[in-house]
């Protein structure tokens, strides 16, 4: 599909999809956000590439490790934000370039990647010690599994997919069955807080991570590892039977129960996860259904949370309330990622994903109207404008829903040549969509 012809089918897909509920709505409904200062037109290509250019400008600004003169500080963020979440920020910038062909930041993006391979190149780095769990480390490999994906830039001769692989064998070394018949902890170190939860968002993002992996190299291997974080996850009711995808549960009480909050970013590493199996598997059952399921799931939870922010993306846990943490600012970063990446892969999924992830996007650009710039991205993008709310979280948050309106005007992901027999079994991808 040309870029023109994309951009025309968003406007047929706010037009119909929609209401005219307010002047904001209208606003929306137009497909033109006209009274914040990041102004965005989705039938306009360069008008998308302007207004995430801005937002990760700014998003960036919050990046210091490579202006001092200590090495260590180099792909780290300052406090109060953990070293998990830089490494997803690495991912929305290998993201950011992907979909708008920006290269100002590349050699930054890669600096800070490399900076934290580690000596064994797995992300395991001794000085992270306090902060370095097994989610944290599964999110810097899915940086490095995109930046495989989209043939980022690589000053290194280590390849992106052996960070990515190494990663995933020191997880499943993880894979705990003392407790609770199976799962993976929170934490790596005993010492660490946590160490008992087994959390939804280590297990899932390893189960996505070991998807994109079998799409990667075409190991069948790594399907084996879904199956078996399928079950698990389902069996202990971290999955319920209408694909809610719930926080965690404890291995003190042998997973006897679950800590029932649901947050955006756990259903999106089971949609995508599960997008990448049901696309190797020709879109057939039982992926296919369960990506519906949870797609279902979370435009009923995480979309809409009034009238008059009809298909608008909210943290249904801690927005309303205005409860939410440092971390959970960003996580709706990753719902747009995954939503925009399913979209990709699963093309009968577009319209339904557009249909939700246009009204977001504008609504996103209209609260990125505060701040001393007067640009600064809020969190509730429902407020209808900006609501006193500055970080990189929800930077990060309006970047990732803003940049993937460009999804028809990439390549998907790619899969590895023949030669990476070196790194993994040299099984050839079931199914190559590069476009």
Known sequence: MSTKHFLLSFARLVHNAFPLQSDVRLRIFLGISIVSAIRLNISDAGSIKNAAAAIAYDMMSYYTGNQTNESANVGLLPKPYYWWEAGAMWGAMVDYWYYTGDTSYNDVVAQALLSQVSSTNDFMMPAQH???????????????????????????????????????????????????????????????????????????GFFQLSARLARYTGNATYLAMNEKVWDWMTGVGLISDGYNVYDGTDDTINCSSVNRDQWTYNNAAMIYGTAILADLSDDTAPWLNRTLGFLQAAKSLFFSPYADATNVMFEAECEQPNTCNVDQ??????????????????????????????????????????????????????????????GLGQQMSALEAIHGLLLNTVDAPSVAPVSISAIAPPYRPRRRRLQ
């Open 329 to 390: 600012f960003s996580f709706k970063a990753y719902l747009s990622r995954w939503l925009y990446s399913t979209a990709k892969l699963l093309p009968q999924l577009e319209n339904t994903i557009i249909g939700i992830m246009v009204p977001t996007a504008l609504a996103g650009a209209q609260s990125c109207s505060g701040g001393s710039n007067g640009r600064a991205c809020g969190t509730r993008w429902w407020y209808g404008g900006w609501d006193g709310a500055v």
């Open 130 to 204: 306090f902060d370095l769990g097994n989610d944290g480390q599964v999110f810097w490999a899915l940086s490095a599994m995109a930046a495989a994906e989209h043939n980022f830039p690589n000053p290194s001769a280590l390849p992106w997919i052996e960070v990515a692989t190494n990663v995933f064998n020191d997880v499943v070394s993880r894979w705990n069955v003392t407790t609770c018949n199976g799962g993976l902890k929170w934490q790596i170190y005993s010492s660490n807080a946590g160490y008992d939860y087994k959390s939804t968002i280590t297990n899932a």
